[in-house]
């Protein structure tokens, strides 16, 4: 079955410094997508970042990276130069297999992420 | 730019009412999902459509049922509330048949059951 996790509950950092968010996968699929979503206190989910399994380099996309290690079955984000509105809930997930290729999202539990000034 | 819309940011029912959750998008999407989102439990699927008059269960679909009669319109339905149906509900839209498949989600509905 396929699965994500996410270990840490809840992460600091300060303000300008870098973060890494853990995520691992499991999937028996030779192919699959990755996905990082923000939450702010708000509610809404916001698309981050997108990592394909066959991607052969790792997903950048402006402060945000992700470190893909497939071998390891983990696909980290990255967050440079930490700002206070990144301040938010962070959740990984994977494409999952409901109705074929009209695939659902399976999350992890999420990282709620502290900006300190 | 996509837009998925929810008829309510908060509700609150009573024990035993019939309760609609509708989402509406603008992007022609065929898919549409609801998820729901506990605090420690992250986001998990209740039924999902790939079109219309279409719907497929997801992980945690008991008490809930759905409608799509239109393909914009993606409703959820809580026959009789229960409290444990509070919680976060979160519809998303997307594509069909690519693999990058994107969501894009709806600002939420917080429903309180009392």
């Known amino acids: 079955a396929q699965k994500i996790t996410q270990t840490q509950p809840g992460m600091f950092v300060q303000e300008k410094e870098a973060v890494t968010l853990d995520c691992t996968y499991d999937t028996s699929d030779p192919s699959y997508g990755l996905f990082w979503y923000k939450q702010p206190s708000s509610g809404e989910m916001i698309f981050l970042i997108y990592?394909?399994?066959?991607?052969?380099q790792n997903a950048t996309e402006g402060r945000y990276s992700l470190n893909f290690q497939k071998a390891r079955k983990s696909a980290n984000l990255v967050i440079s130069a930490s700002q206070l509105g990144d301040s938010a809930m962070y959740f990984c997930a994977m494409r999952g297999h409901y109705g074929g290729s009209q695939g659902n999202l399976i999350f992890g539990k999420g990282t709620k992420l502290s900006v300190k000034p | 730019d996509v837009k998925v819309t929810q008829s309510s940011r908060y509700l609150v029912k009573r024990t035993g009412e019939k309760v609609f959750l509708e989402c509406v998008q603008d992007m022609d999407h065929e898919n549409m999902f609801w998820y729901r989102q506990d605090p420690g439990l992250g986001l998990r699927l209740i039924y999902f459509s790939y079109d219309v008059k279409m719907k497929e269960k997801g992980d945690i679909p008991e008490g809930y049922s759905v409608s799509r009669e239109k393909k914009e319109r993606f409703s959820l339905i809580l026959e009789s509330a229960s409290t444990n149906q509070t919680s976060m509900y979160l519809c998303?839209?997307?594509?069909?048949?690519?693999?990058?498949?994107?969501?894009?989600f709806g600002p939420g509905t917080r429903l309180t059951v009392l």
């Open positions: 990592q394909g399994s066959y991607d052969q």
């Open positions: 998303a839209s997307g594509l069909e048949g690519s693999s990058y498949n994107e969501q894009f």
